[in-house]
């Protein structure tokens, strides 16, 4: 597995990797993760992959990570949202690029 670039972001870690003819989009936060896989031949290069991190999908990321949260806080019984993020949560500042 190559890492192709790290980027350090706001509330999370977002880390590129090419592996087994696929990009993965890893991203992580305090004790959870997502991770998105795509085809190769489904983007033309490592930078199309870059352009998929968007405003529109980090909110959806940043959604997704608050309702594991949640989910996980549920399964253990405790509500604290940070105690799985391992962080404060703040606005995501879309001026700031991701790269």
């Known amino acids: 597995m190559r890492v192709i670039k790290e980027i350090p972001y706001a509330n999370f870690k977002i ?6 003819g696929k990009y993965l989009i890893k991203i992580e936060s305090g004790q959870l993760e997502q991770t998105f896989k795509m085809n190769e031949l489904d983007v033309t290069s490592e930078e199309d992959v870059l352009m998929l991190l968007d405003e529109p999908f980090i909110e959806e990321v940043m ?23 391992g962080l404060t949560l703040r606005p995501i500042n879309f001026d700031t690029p991701l790269c």
């Open 15 to 20: 880390t590129i990797f090419q592996w087994n």
């Open 63 to 85: 959604n997704r990570f608050h309702e594991m949260s949640k989910s996980l806080g549920a399964a253990f019984g405790t509500t604290p949202l940070n105690d799985f993020l």
